[in-house]
C-alpha cells in the first residue's frame, strides 16, 4: 500500500512488486464492474444514509441509475464537481468544487465533530 502518491512516477509503479499502480476508482470510458453493481444492488436493498458523486459528469446510465434509485428511496445525494453535470439539478447538494479539496473539507468538517454548513 502507498501512503502518499505525491513522489511517484506517472504512471506510478509499485515500490515492492514493480507492477503499475491503479487506485480502485472507475476511470472514464470505463464501465462499472459488473460484480460492482450487484454489490451496490445489495446495499441499496440495505440501506444506507447517503450516496456521493464525485468527479463524473454522470453522462452514461450505469452512473445515472445508482442516483436515481438513491433518490426514490429518500437517500440525500450529493455531488462533487468543479462544473454543473446531468446530477447537479437531480442531487440534494451539488458542490462546485475538486474531490480533494471538497472531500478533505468534509472529513474535516465530520473529524471536528461540528454542525454540517448550511446552504
Known amino acids: 500500500m502507498v501512503e502518499n502518491y505525491a513522489g511517484l512516477e506517472?504512471?506510478?509503479i509499485c515500490p515492492e512488486?514493480?507492477?503499475?499502480?491503479?487506485?480502485?476508482?472507475i476511470l472514464f470510458g470505463e464501465m462499472i464492474p459488473g460484480r460492482k453493481l450487484i454489490k451496490f444492488a445489495?446495499?441499496?436493498?440495505?440501506g444506507f444514509d447517503i450516496v456521493?458523486?464525485?468527479?463524473?459528469?454522470?453522462?452514461?446510465?450505469?452512473?445515472?441509475?445508482?442516483?436515481?434509485?438513491?433518490?426514490?428511496?429518500g437517500m440525500l445525494t450529493v455531488e462533487i464537481n468543479p462544473d454543473e453535470t446531468w446530477a447537479s439539478d437531480k442531487v440534494d447538494f451539488s458542490i462546485r468544487d475538486t474531490a480533494n479539496n471538497a472531500l478533505n473539507k468534509i472529513w474535516a468538517l465530520y473529524n471536528a465533530d461540528m454542525p454540517y454548513p448550511k446552504g
Not at 512488486?17 to 476508482?25: A, D, F, H
Not at 456521493?52 to 438513491?70: D, E
Request: proline share 13%; with cysteine.
Open 52 to 73: 456521493f458523486v464525485v468527479g463524473t459528469t454522470c453522462g452514461f446510465p450505469h452512473i445515472q441509475g445508482p442516483i436515481l434509485k438513491a433518490k426514490e428511496r
Open 42 to 46: 445489495e446495499e441499496l436493498q440495505r
Open 17 to 25: 512488486c514493480q507492477n503499475m499502480l491503479r487506485p480502485n476508482v
Open 10 to 12: 506517472i504512471p506510478p
